[in-house]
């Protein structure tokens, strides 16, 4: 069985020529010594070298002059300096009897002097019987070699460097405990062993250049790396195992690390010629020092980022783009226009202009065809969008339905507004959403960036501003931004502080224009008609706010109190005013009231509340609440339906709304609206279009209220064409609540009579 020390099977033999042989003097032993060696012979003992590890060597020549000499040795007396060498001293005769040992020797081989006096060497040394020396030892007995080797011995458990030399009587052996020696070199090699070990398998490139730049190490991974073997760069210079082409400044910055300095480059991915893809590295270099702490070389550690990098770059990209669509998102649009509007401020030939565009009625496709159809359009615009956009525009899906296009370089206005008129071309078309054909239109606003905006987020405010001007203007078209514009978003928004605190300031009231039964000339109701005392701005109709509190959900409280305030009304004028007794009061409802989930609740609350019986509050409804809420809507008319509140549908004909509206909602009168009626004298098509609603409306049970009746020709042609209920200016205007009373009280319907 081996032991820690062993490096080779058995013992390794090298043979030299045949020593000189020197003579030995044996003088006979004094008391209490085991041998005396008298004279005269010089034996010549060179340390071994090295590495020497079992290695058997001849031709020592023997040389000892014995002029060892310490303050206690006695350099006339032989056996008094072998005393104090610190080597083991052993003195056998041709019987391989031993004849004389220093103190040294008997604490070696564990024994007392007189037991090993006399005894036979392969007593004292079994380790030598039978091995490849122990021939050696009898040719150095025959004065024809000597000895010299390393060997373990394993019953002592140490290492002994070992000289045999003959003498005239036998041999002389020398023995020297080099464990701590052997100990060492095998460290020494272990951790050479362990070190390259590492390099080996650490999954970082390291390589190691000396003094003059020239590879000296270049680990598995660097020839991974590199397509280069590792022992075919040894020795090469540093330009041919790194690309200083592309990296100019790793020749200086190996320069400052010979100096003592350490040296980056970070995120290089051409660092080392390869046929394999191309990864990304990051590298540093640092001084290599020796144990003197002199700089004797450069250290390279590379470690690869590629795949970090790759996380990195889609985690960017995730951060600044729409996973829907692939466009930049909102952030990444912003820190864009950021940075065109620093630039047009720092140069003054710099133009840009920014498009904000929305996609008209997305709601009622995402409603009425499901998320997925809302998803597939807004693909199908991202990918239109970038198709008519310039090369180096920014195309972005700011949130939801709205987008965003940054245009630079723009000569003038007239550029802007070209490009606007292209993407609304491919824009506003059809689009194949789960095998049907959806036509959608786009509005759109424009903003010229080099109008000294101190905030991007101010260009993105104006853009939006102009586009909902042009919402405002019909839908499917663009505006471009105007200070007028600007004047009125700020009126806008105080609008939209003030609506808060209207309600409960009591700000709102109620004005009542008559309707007309034109067939007997009755009076049978009245229309409520919303106004805003405002403290500021005095008495407003509704359009100028209630878009604002439509947006801002406000309208859900207001409808509630004008819901509340005509029941009130009408109650009032029953019990007071002769003649009020059959009248009723329609009431415009908003879509957001729908929603709500105490909707019609709260509608039947107040009509209990008032004392009113069925048929007193007619509820009025606009085509576009149908439209975004064709479900909702349908589930709600229903169930005050049942109750005994009477349904209208608002402005019939000027919205998208279809025919077929008017059989799977149970409504029971349809208005027609006021452009229509003021039109009707001149255009023959508008009166077909009244005579068409009039009979569809009157073969499905409805009847039919016509508004923004001006003349007594209008009223008279209405007649004719069938409608059942009139109103507008040529009756009466809108009155307050103690105006219409009045009105009520005097009211025979005279003025259907001329």
Known sequence: MGTPFDTDAGDRDHWGAAGEPSRIDRAAPGPGDAGRITTGARIDRSAPGPGDADRITTGARIDRSGNHTSPHVDPDDPASVLEQIPDAFIAFDRDWRV?????????????????LAGGVIWDALPEATGLAWESELRRAADGSSTLHLEKFFRSRGAWFEIHAFPSNNGVVLYMRDISDRKWTERSLRDSDHFARTILASVGEGIFVLDRDLRCRLWNRFMAQASGLGGESVLGRPIGDILNLDANPSIAAGVKRVLAGEHFRVSETRDLVPTTRAQRWVDVVFTPQLSVDGEVIGVVGIMHDVTDRRAVEERLLHSANHDPLTGLPNRTFFMEQLRQANDRARRNDEFQFALVFLDVDHFKVINDSLGHQAGDDLLLQFARKLEECIRPGDIAARIGGDEFAVLLYDMGDQVDVTAIAQRIQASLGNRFVIQGREVFATVSAGIADGSSGYERPEDILRDADTAMYRAKEQGRGRFEVFDADMHKSAVRLLLIQTDLQEAVSRDEFLLHYQPIFDIRNGQLVGFEALLRWDHPRDGLMAPGAFIHVAEDTGAIVEIGRWAAREACRQLREWRDEVPGARDLSVHVNLSGK??????????????????????????????ESIILENAELVARALEELRGHGIELSIDDFGTGYSSLSYLHRFAFDTVKVDQSFVSGAAAEESNQEIIRAIVSLSHSLGMDVIAEGVETADQLERLRRLGCDFAQGYYFSGALTGAAAAEYIARSQAPALAG
């Open 593 to 622: 009231e729908f929603v709500q989930p105490d909707g019609v609740c709260q509608i039947l609350d107040i009509v209990r509340q008032a004392g009113l019986g069925p048929g007193a509050l007619k509820l009025e409804v606009t």
């Open 99 to 115: 004849q004389h040992l220093n103190w040294k020797a008997v604490h070696l081989l564990g024994a007392t002097r007189e037991e």
